[in-house]
């Protein structure tokens, strides 16, 4: 099956740093990336759907000047927290979507759990 | 808008015993149905969908689920619970929206325990 790695899998940091999560489609291209984030006992919300060589599209009530994204290849989205704080505490996960057409599915990364001090 | 309601945020069963998740949609078109499985700190894995066709989906790990269209459900059903089945399980729905773009939404979640 379609395999979706995130890196890294898990970061701690200082509040006011930024930092960067890497999601790679590895056997497949991905036009279409998913960022979720998901709080402890939750259910996964969309934060941004990111588009190859576009623009993403971020879902309302996320701020895209702190959660940057760039998707700048097919098999590469990166979504950065800028001046992190300890509420964006939280469980990071992608999902790629293949650029053939397909049903829909989407490929899960293994998640990226960000937390800050 | 499309949205899932899980019932019941969590489900004790017995090793050995039925397992049985509900889930019911709601979608202005037809839907797209699709069953997660959640392991900690993991990401999502595919355990079964829906799109069109036969109504009764198998999935991996013994997983099957029932898309009824008049009861607007896709409850997911495993005949005999195992240790291992011990996990959050997320129903979502999808479906096509402004853009273009095929949007997931995803049930609050269930989790599931199996008692030895």
């Known amino acids: 099956g379609a395999v979706v790695s995130q890196h890294p899998s898990w970061v701690i940091c200082k509040s006011g740093t930024s930092v960067k999560i890497e999601c790679r489609s590895l056997?497949?291209?991905?036009?279409?990336m998913f960022w979720y984030r998901q709080f402890p006992k939750q259910s996964l919300m969309l934060m941004a759907t990111s588009n190859e060589g576009s623009k993403a599209t971020y879902e309302q009530g996320v701020e895209k000047d702190k959660f940057l994204i760039n998707h700048a290849s097919l098999t590469l989205s990166t979504l950065t927290v800028t001046s992190a704080h300890p509420e964006d505490s939280s469980f990071y996960i992608c999902?790629?979507?293949?650029?053939?057409?397909?049903?829909?599915?989407?490929?899960f990364g293994p998640g990226t759990r960000l937390t800050v001090l | 808008a499309q949205s899932v309601t899980q019932l019941g945020s969590h489900v004790s069963v017995s090793e050995g015993a039925l397992v049985l998740l509900r889930c019911n949609y709601s979608?202005?078109?037809?839907?797209?149905l699709f069953w997660y499985v959640q392991y900690p700190n993991q990401g999502l894995q595919l355990l079964l969908k829906y799109t069109t066709g036969a109504t009764l989906v198998k999935g991996i790990n013994g997983f099957e689920a029932e898309f009824k269209k008049s009861e607007t459900s896709f409850h997911l059903t495993k005949p005999s619970a195992h240790m291992s089945d011990a996990a959050e399980y997320f129903c979502?729905?999808?479906?096509?929206?402004?853009?273009?773009?095929?949007?997931?939404?995803f049930g609050t979640g269930t989790k599931l325990q199996v008692i030895p």
């Open positions: 056997d497949f291209q991905a036009t279409t």
């Open positions: 999902s790629a979507r293949d650029a053939l057409p397909s049903t829909n599915e989407q490929f």
């Open positions: 979608s202005s078109v037809p839907p797209y």
């Open positions: 979502a729905v999808s479906e096509a929206y402004s853009g273009g773009y095929q949007k997931v939404t």
